[in-house]
């Protein structure tokens, strides 16, 4: 059931006490107040906690747009809903552009006012989060604790992160491109005794493969054509610290033997020496390929990637964590309005319906850019509608198999027997589902499910 605290205004006491009634029975505590005045202090003193306000328009000491300023000043990551008797086009216009979520008339809102709620609620919910989350990174940037997520495959991979940063021993990341595997790097950095010195890191596929050995290891004055003075390589940079290897699958065989000699005897040649370099470094390697395959197919050292993979951690793809996909678009949609000074205040449902049903092939990094784009394009004031989204995700890969019978039964069938085991309750079936509320009932209208 929803959980989290409402305050309710309204001078109708016996209105008021069954809308109390009926959201106390949805799974909400119900802070009441019959004034503006009562119902300000009453923000004030629980602000932390409130995560919707409903407020009546028309109140014995004040009108409930006029209001909605002061709602924003004493809690400003909550959503406020007003209700009225008599509603009228230029004050809902006038308390959506003031930040309202919503705009109710009394007497026939009885059937959408939980649904509203809950999504004002989930709304906010989501705005903490992010804040919270802001908050944590600018306190420590690159932590783990600064990861943004909360799906199970994303906290098993934390937790075996979390096990091996202490260590010295060298950690290989698998994942796709895109999905954060430098950003765990950091964090394992973060997270050890070598804290306070370099990490440096380096995309082994940007570097020309004549190039990249010169630049991890360095030279002698002399060593080639255009060597006119010594050069310290990207291994002693990070002397003391960590050295992040991005697509190591990428490094030539004659390289892989140096770094495998790094590995056991932390020590290597620089080019036109005769004398070895001694290093102090953590090695933390990272793929989006098979090294093990890619070994058996004599495409990589197998020595090599038996010493790379002593803790191996599989960082997942985004369409693993379908979950954080809200909590990481609203962080990014906050955060490029701030660069844009630009006031973004969220998405509309059936935009966030889209981004989580989209397969994310580019992971993390793809949603970042898509929200950067849109952040560009959207008008500012207003929440984010799909057609703010590139156009891959009004086509076929975004939207369900209409055609497909076969899963549109499944789908259906899982939902009524989700509506059995949990006797109606819509908002835990939207939660084990991992929908939103909304989206769940416009599958049961589409399905027919009661």
């Not at 306070?196 to 596929?205: E, G, H, I, Q």
Request: with cysteine; net charge neutral; glycine share 8%.
């Amino acid at each position: 059931m929803p959980t989290g605290t409402l305050l309710l205004i309204d001078d109708e006491a016996r209105l008021r006490q069954l809308l109390a009634q009926v959201l106390e029975l949805e799974g909400y505590t119900v802070l009441q107040a019959p004034d503006a005045y009562r119902g300000l202090a009453l923000l004030g003193q629980h602000a932390a906690e409130v995560l919707v306000v409903l407020s009546d328009v028309k109140l014995p000491d004040a009108h409930g747009v006029d209001l909605l300023p002061r709602f924003k000043a004493l809690a400003p990551e909550a959503e406020v809903v007003l209700l009225t008797a008599f509603g009228t086009i230029p004050d809902g216009v006038r308390a959506m552009k003031q930040g309202a979520f919503d705009y109710l008339t009394k007497g026939d809102f009885e059937q959408q006012l939980v649904v509203v709620v809950e999504r004002a609620a989930e709304k906010a919910r989501l705005r903490r989060r992010v804040a919270e989350l802001e908050k944590r990174m600018n306190q420590g940037q690159h932590t783990f604790e600064s990861m943004i997520g909360e799906a199970p495959a994303l906290r098993r991979a934390q937790a075996l992160a979390r096990q091996v940063a202490p260590t010295d021993s060298t950690v290989l990341l698998e994942g796709p491109t895109g999905a954060g595997k430098e950003l765990f790097a950091q964090a394992l950095h973060q997270a050890s005794g070598r804290k306070s010195k370099p990490f440096v890191a380096v995309n082994c596929s940007a570097f020309p493969k004549d190039l990249l050995e010169s630049e991890l290891f360095g030279y002698k004055k002399g060593a080639f054509t255009g060597a006119l003075s010594d050069k310290k390589g990207l291994l002693e940079e990070a002397n003391g610290g960590t050295l992040f290897l991005d697509e190591i699958g990428e490094l030539e065989l004659n390289v892989q033997a140096k770094f495998l000699r790094v590995l056991e005897l932390q020590q290597f040649t620089k080019l036109g020496d005769t004398k070895p370099t001694k290093v102090d470094v953590r090695l933390v390697a990272a793929t989006n390929r098979n090294l093990k395959q890619e070994a058996a197919q004599g495409n990589f050292r197998p020595d090599l990637y038996y010493r790379l993979s002593v803790f191996t951690i599989v960082v997942p793809p985004l369409s693993d964590r379908r979950t954080d996909v809200p909590l990481l678009a609203a962080f990014f949609l906050q955060h490029f309005a701030a660069r844009l000074a630009k006031r973004l205040p969220g998405f509309e449902p059936e935009t966030l319906d889209l981004l989580q049903r989209y397969p994310w092939p580019g992971n993390v990094r793809e949603l970042k850019n898509v929200l950067e784009r849109a952040a560009i394009l959207a008008p500012a004031g207003e929440p984010l509608a799909p057609a703010y989204l590139p156009d891959e995700f009004h086509g076929a890969a975004a939207r369900p198999a209409a055609d497909d019978e076969s899963l549109r039964g499944l789908e259906a069938r899982h939902i009524q027997r989700l509506m059995g085991e949990l006797l109606g309750n819509k908002p835990e079936v939207a939660k084990r589902l991992g929908i939103g509320l909304t989206t769940l009932y416009r599958k049961l209208q589409e399905y027919g499910v009661e």
